[in-house]
C-alpha cells in the first residue's frame, strides 16, 4: 500500500501534468485521480458557434488582407515540413514516467549530455524525478545528441520526447 505523502505526490505531479485521468493499481489497492478543469461540453458548443459567427464577419470586413493571412500559414507549413524530414532520421529518447526532468545528478554538477556529445546505448543522459525517487534514464541508442527538448526542472510526462540523437 501507497504511503499517504506518495499519494499525495502522485496528485501533485498529475495535477501539474497535462493528464486529465490517472489510475494505479497495486496488490489489489486502487487509486484513481480524475482533473476537473472546469470545462462543460455544454459551454463548448456556444464558444465554437461564437468564434465561427465572428470569424465570416471579420472575413467580410478585411477582405484584401485575406489572401496575405492564407498565403502565411502556408510559408509556416513548408518551414515546419522541413525539420520532420530530419525528424524521421532522428532517434527520440522519451520520459518512461511522469516526472520532473533533470538534466544533472546535482545542480553544483554539469549536465549529463550536451548538444553535440557522442553517446551510447547505457549513457545516462537526464535523471526523471518521481515521488522523490531519482530514476537515470539511458540513451538506449548509440549516436549523437542533436538537441535537447526539455529544460531543466520542467515537469515532463510519459512519452514525452526529451533528446534527439542521431544514430550512428
Known sequence: ML????IREIIKLVDHSSVDE???EH???KIKLKKNN????SGQPQ?????EEVKPAAQAVQQAPAPVQ???PSVNTEEKAAPKAEDSNLH???SPMVGTFYQSSSPESGPYVKVGDKVDESSVVCIVEAMKLF?????EVKGEITEILVKDGQLVEYGQPLFLVKPE
Not at 38 to 41: Q, T
Not at 47 to 51: F, P, T
Open 92 to 94: 527520440k529518447i522519451t
Open 70 to 72: 492564407e498565403a502565411a
Open 38 to 41: 472546469g470545462v462543460s461540453v
Open 3 to 6: 504511503k499517504i505523502q506518495e
Open 27 to 29: 496488490d489489489g489497492s
Open 47 to 51: 464558444v465554437v458557434q461564437a468564434v
Open 22 to 24: 490517472f489510475t494505479y
Open 135 to 139: 530514476n537515470e534514464i539511458e540513451a
